[in-house]
């Protein structure tokens, strides 16, 4: 009523209802007189204060109730100022997450950045039980497509990386009404899995949906996305706590509005860029390429940063990089007639500082082009020299296994359509195989405030970290280093040429000692060629099972007079060819091959296009394979072949042996160096030696991870090893760093598993 009540009298009971509501003890059970004030401020009931007296105390009487009265009216001012500014801080700590969300969304520039801060936001205003997802809507407004879910499993989060529009969700639900849905209690609703996949129904069921809901993502009457919540218990929403996530998502839909049309005009941007330039890299023999373009900071207009490769006469190549000042259409335009009068006046047979020269006549006569840079070079392989010229341009490097220079020696020039400049001038220098000539653009090297020779020497120092790499991993390794750490207000071009040497050919008496050598020429010939580490491996592995079988098998009779020749080159694909030739008479295969005999099998597993021809009578057999380009993997940092080595190899054992450790869980034999027709029947002597003297149910170890290859024969002392060591009751435990050729090699020629682990390093 509003009023206060005074009651007095005779005792009344104040039994509880029920167990439920029976009060705490101590509380009088009954009264002999009670009182109720009202606390009210401003005709607004804020609460109620209340009063007791038990039976063995005196009634209340009205001077009492007035004295109460005036401490109600002054609690009720309390009461009042504490909800006031418990409401003020609520409200200051919404409008303060509601301002960083905007800031947030506002900075963000790509849909998954704008999903992810938004369901940040969203997590802080309903709580870290909850899971926030955020889903795009896919131009054919048939599917949504997740920018942002978190919570859960990996396995659960791809379940709902996907959803079509006929999935029966309140996600899809509230994109095709329109409309936000507000499920505060799901067992109040239909199944809430009701026609859903198995695997999506189960999904919810092992999150424990309690309470969800779902926000279309609006603008300008659009529906873009949809954000959705859902908790694992039961949610009261509050009309303040709608209102929030209502902000938010608005913010968020127009956040992912400008997200979705930058990236547009970025695609755009990037198309008619890539346009411009090269459609793909020539496939050539002796030079290896790799190229990167790298759209600046602002991204969403077309770059003027270009580079191009030209076929000339005499296996010469040119190779040519450009910036062009500015950005969007008009600098495209520019860089693509640049690029192309370059080409054409190279085609002409112009070295590069006259090449130059013309292109600085046609930029001249080129609205848009005035100031802009180009850096040229020609390489001759077959010479061994590369000649270049700079207008305005940073000086290409040249990157070499002992580091890497700047080719700065003919001066920098001056940018083109600069009127009274003096003439380019050409530099020159030696190339050798195995050398990579980087070129590059500005943006690869200047930053604000810092001096040129600084960004020069930066990348240069790069450059020579990454100096074994092959082009494809030393281009990529050079852009993650230099601009790991700076924005990149402009675009990069850059663009890497490895020299590659001529095929390699040699022969080589039949002896199983020279194999060693044959090795490390061919390390040092695929290091020049810019192979990918694995497909090094892959080549070594066959390779030399293919001279060992020649050496083997060819000459069992008279391995005095026999002779193997091999070659080995690379394709303008990529690829390697090898071929490997003998002039004896190989044995036929034994019924039994015991431990040995897959040398063809491993070639056939390591390479393609696996061909063994023998030749009538007793002209001799030879193999051929090819070792397909290989996706592009950690930089080959292979040993170089030691000087004077002239391509036969040096006789030795590769310093091969094997050492014994006996520790507490059983001696363990640790086998050093290389294994392979030379050494391996050495070292099964040794291991099975040792073997022989353990007593049935002992355990012993042959540690391979010091060993650095391990050819067939050497899987066929491990195999001959294992079982040897079954049959007299002895565990035999092998073990193989993973990566290394003795892994690879035992993983391919197919020995048992359960016969081997691989141990991390």
Same mark, same amino acid.
């Given at each position: ?376 070079? !020609?390489? *001759?392989?077959?010479?061994?020299? /590369? %000649?270049? =010229?700079? +207008?305005? &341009?940073?000086? #290409?490097?040249? $990157? ?50 810092? !001096?040129? *020779?600084?960004?020069?020497?930066? /990348? %240069?120092? =790069?450059? +020579?970290? &990454?100096?074994? #790499?092959?082009? $494809? ?68 592995? #066959? ?71 023998? #030749? ?146």
């Amino acid at each position: 009523t509003g009023r206060s009540v005074l009651r007095a009298g005779s005792p009344a009971p104040a039994e509880p209802a029920g167990p439920a509501e029976r009060p705490e003890p101590g509380w009088p059970l009954s009264l002999l007189s009670a009182m109720a004030i009202p606390l009210t401020v401003r005709g607004r009931l804020l609460a109620v204060l209340a009063l007791g007296r038990q039976t063995d105390a005196p009634s209340f009487h009205d001077d009492d109730r007035a004295l109460v009265e005036e401490i109600a009216a002054r609690a009720a001012l309390a009461v009042d100022n504490a909800v006031l500014l418990a409401d003020e801080r609520a409200a200051a700590h919404r409008l303060s997450l509601l301002q960083r969300a905007t800031a947030e969304l506002s900075a963000a520039t790509t849909p998954v950045e704008v999903a992810q801060a938004a369901a940040g936001h969203i997590r802080a205003l309903t709580g870290p039980a909850s899971r926030v997802a955020v889903y795009e809507l896919d131009p054919s407004h048939r599917a949504l497509s997740a920018l942002a879910i978190d919570g859960g499993s990996p396995a659960g989060r791809e379940l709902w990386r996907t959803l079509p529009m006929s999935t029966p969700v309140v996600a899809t639900t509230a994109v095709n009404e329109r409309r936000p849905i507000w499920i505060e209690d799901v067992t109040a609703q239909p199944p809430a899995d009701r026609g859903l996949a198995p695997e999506l129904a189960a999904s919810m069921r092992e999150f424990g949906l309690a309470a969800v809901a779902a926000l279309p993502l609006t603008v300008a009457g659009r529906v873009v996305g949809v954000l959705s919540v859902a908790w694992p218990e039961v949610r009261r929403l509050s009309a303040t706590d709608k209102a929030m996530l209502l902000a938010v998502a608005e913010q968020c839909a127009q956040a992912l509005d400008r997200a979705r049309l930058y990236r547009a005009e970025r695609g755009i941007a990037e198309t008619l860029q890539l346009s411009l330039l090269p459609a793909q890299l020539p496939a050539l023999e002796r030079l290896a390429l790799a190229a990167h373009y790298l759209p600046g900071a602002e991204g969403s207009q077309a770059g003027g940063d270009w580079y191009d490769v030209v076929e000339l006469a005499d296996h010469r190549i040119a190779i040519a990089v450009g910036d062009v000042v500015g950005q969007g259409p008009a600098a495209a335009a520019v860089m693509g007639q640049l690029r192309s009068a370059l080409s054409t006046a190279l085609l002409q047979g112009c070295s590069p500082a006259e090449a130059l020269e013309l292109l600085d006549r046609f930029a001249a006569r080129l609205p848009g082009a005035l100031a802009s840079t180009a850096a040229c070079l !020609v390489v *001759d392989g077959t010479a061994g020299t /590369v %000649r270049w =010229a700079r +207008a305005g &341009h940073p000086p #290409a490097l040249l $990157v070499t296994p002992g580091g890497a220079q700047l080719l700065d020696g003919a001066g920098s020039g001056t940018v083109l359509g600069a009127p009274g400049r003096r003439p380019y001038t050409e530099g020159t220098a030696d190339i050798a195989p195995g050398a990579t000539l980087l070129l590059y653009t500005d943006g690869l090297v200047e930053r604000r405030g810092e !001096v040129l *020779d600084v960004g020069l020497e930066r /990348v %240069r120092a =790069a450059a +020579a970290r &990454h100096a074994a #790499a092959d082009p $494809v991993a030393l281009t990529g390794g050079l852009l993650a280093e230099v601009l790991a750490d700076a924005a990149q207000p402009d675009d990069v071009a850059l663009i890497a040429a490895r020299l590659l040497p001529e095929p390699l050919t040699a022969r080589l008496p039949a002896d199983p000692r020279r194999l060693s050598g044959i090795r490390r020429v061919v390390a040092a010939w695929t290091a020049a060629a810019g192979l990918p580490g694995d497909t090094a491996e892959d080549l070594q592995l #066959a390779l030399g099972e293919a001279l060992a079988n020649a050496v083997e098998h060819a000459y069992a009779a008279s391995p005095d007079d026999g002779e193997c020749r091999y070659r080995v080159a690379r394709e303008a694909d990529g690829s390697v060819r090898v071929e490997v030739r003998d002039t004896g008479l190989w044995r036929p295969p034994p019924a039994d091959r015991g431990y040995r005999g897959r040398g063809l099998e491993l070639i056939e597993a390591l390479g393609t296009d696996v061909e063994v021809v023998h #030749a009538p009578g007793a002209a001799g057999t030879t193999v051929r394979f090819r070792m397909a380009p290989a996706v592009p993997g950690p930089a080959a940092r292979l040993e170089r072949a030691p000087a004077g080595d002239g391509g036969g190899g040096t006789a030795g054992d590769g310093g091969t042996s094997v050492t014994v450790h006996d520790e507490p869980g059983g001696p363990r034999l640790e086998v050093h160096g290389e294994v392979d027709l030379a050494t391996a029947a050495r070292v099964r002597r040794q291991v099975l030696a040792r073997l022989e003297q353990l007593a049935p149910g002992s355990v012993a170890t042959l540690d391979l991870r010091p060993t650095g290859y391990l050819a067939s024969a050497g899987v066929g002392l491990v195999l001959e090893a294992v079982a040897r060591a079954r049959r007299a009751g002895v565990e035999l435990r092998v073990l193989a760093r993973p990566g290394t050729p003795p892994a690879r090699i035992l993983a391919l020629a197919g020995v048992d598993e359960q016969a081997w682990e691989e141990l991390q390093a």
